[in-house]
């Protein structure tokens, strides 16, 4: 039985991170959106929206479900039985960073293991940030996100659309 923990911040989910989760959970037999509950990162939603969105979003893949957590991710996976680590690569500026918290979380933990998928072509520019930055300016962010969280996350910067 493989569990997997697909890790993020998740503020706001995109269609990146829900393209993602639908190969992932094809894969692995059980998946964990892991939503990092991290305070110093002053985020848009609080990390409960962020779970219900997330939530909302999977409800027809039986096999996913979504929990928040804090604190070291392999502690995390340890106290729910996942080994897996999936995370997604959009472009060379990314692997840097992740082979080096890969390796870390291997020699911390020696069970744990980080399975990179490469982004879809089509998502391969997203990013919360992005997202954020276009809706923060009323700009159109319906190719970034899926539609029904489009209002809430304009509704953070007072705009009614
Ligand atoms: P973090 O704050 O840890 O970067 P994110 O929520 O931004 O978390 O991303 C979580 C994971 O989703 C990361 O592995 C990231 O590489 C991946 N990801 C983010 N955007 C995309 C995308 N557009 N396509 C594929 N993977 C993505």
Redesign the pocket.
Known sequence: MKKAI??????PV?N??V??IVRSASIVDELVVGV?NNSAKNPLFSVEERVSMLEEITKDIPNVTVASFDGLLVDYMEQIGASLII????AVT?FEY?LQIAQTNHRVSPAVETIFLT??LK??Y???TIVKEVAAYGGDISHFVPEQFIERIYRKYNIVK
Request: hydrophobic share 20%; glycine share 12%; charged share 25%.
């Open positions: 697909y890790p993020g911040s998740f503020d995109t990146g991170h393209d993602m990092l995370r997604g690569l959009r990314d992740e982004t879809n998502y391969s997203l990013s919360s």
